[in-house]
């Protein structure tokens, strides 16, 4: 007969955990917390019960519970043991030194004797280069990064994060694209061809400002006189009137639109 925070308890069948009467399981019975377990098939962890992973090399990693034989405990977590020692721990994983090497938190695989992290990669500095935390293989000539690319400086060029071939004369970036300012130009990030004259931009094309115009993106050959757009049309305004979108011909000194239609002011009245 035993006390239990003033409660009389049989002690062959019962036992008191932290003042709660349990139980006693069958085998060696003990307490884990308020609860009672068997310590010849269980484990007890911080207060969390477990089955015994292994019935002579059975341990806690934490609230966990682990076979020391095959697992090791790693900053809290269980990891399987790597079958060639040394070992350290990467995070919650276990790795062996000689064949792999942490890389913020990640277990990578050692590619040679010259290895350092790129990141979470593992890379040869003889054979490739870190660019932004992702590898890629050393170009030929000068090497340097381009977002998260290497590239050679002497034969390439980077723009906005894309590496392009260089063009050769006046070398320049169109957005992610490279050009030759000598022979093209861009326009709102598109490549065209440099025209002769005055070279200008229409939206996304370039056009020639002596012979041309551009109307709300569309290029139209430039008509005599004085031009001027209707909608994506050009006109003279010397001779032709623009009505709703359409090019009209003048009818007279007072010409008006009525609709899409050119009228007289003078003789004619618009009736709508």
């Known amino acids: 007969v035993g006390c239990c925070n003033g409660t ?3 002690s062959i069948t019962q036992i008191c955990c932290d003042d709660v009467i349990r139980f006693k399981p069958c085998g060696d019975a003990a307490c884990c917390n308020t609860d009672a377990y068997d310590r010849d098939v269980q484990i007890c962890c911080y207060g969390h019960i477990h089955s015994r992973p292994s019935k002579t090399d059975s341990s806690c990693c934490v609230e966990s519970a682990m076979d020391i034989e095959t697992e090791v405990c790693c900053n809290g977590g269980v990891s399987l043991r790597p079958p060639e020692l040394p070992m350290e721990c990467c995070a919650q994983v276990a790795y062996s030194i000689r ?4 890389c913020n938190d990640t277990v990578a695989l050692i590619p040679s004797e010259s290895a350092e992290c790129c ?3 593992a890379y040869d500095i003889n054979t490739q280069a ?3 935390g992702e590898v890629s293989e050393i170009p030929k000539g000068i ?9 050679d400086i002497l034969t390439q060029m980077c723009c906005d994060g894309h590496v392009n071939e260089m063009p050769g ?3 320049r970036c169109c957005e992610t694209k490279s050009y030759d300012e000598i022979t093209h130009m861009c ?3 598109s490549v ?3 025209p002769s004259g005055e070279p200008e931009c229409c939206m996304m094309h370039s056009y020639d400002a002596q012979s041309q115009v551009c109307c709300n993106g569309n290029v139209d050959s430039r008509p005599d006189g004085s031009p001027a757009c209707c909608d994506d049309s050009a006109y003279d305004i010397d001779t032709k009137i623009c009505c709703e979108g359409k090019v009209r011909w003048k009818k007279g000194e007072a010409s008006d639109c009525c609709a899409n239609k050119a009228f007289d002011t003078a003789t004619e009245q618009c009736c709508e």
Do not use: S
Request: glycine share 10%.
């Open 119 to 121: 990141g979470v990669h």
């Open 99 to 102: 064949t792999h090497m942490c």
């Open 169 to 171: 004369g006046d070398q």
């Open 192 to 194: 065209d061809v440099r």
């Open 143 to 151: 090497p340097e990064c381009c977002a998260d690319v290497a590239y």
């Open 130 to 132: 870190c660019c932004n």
């Open 187 to 189: 326009c709102n990030g």
């Open 8 to 10: 009389a308890i049989n």
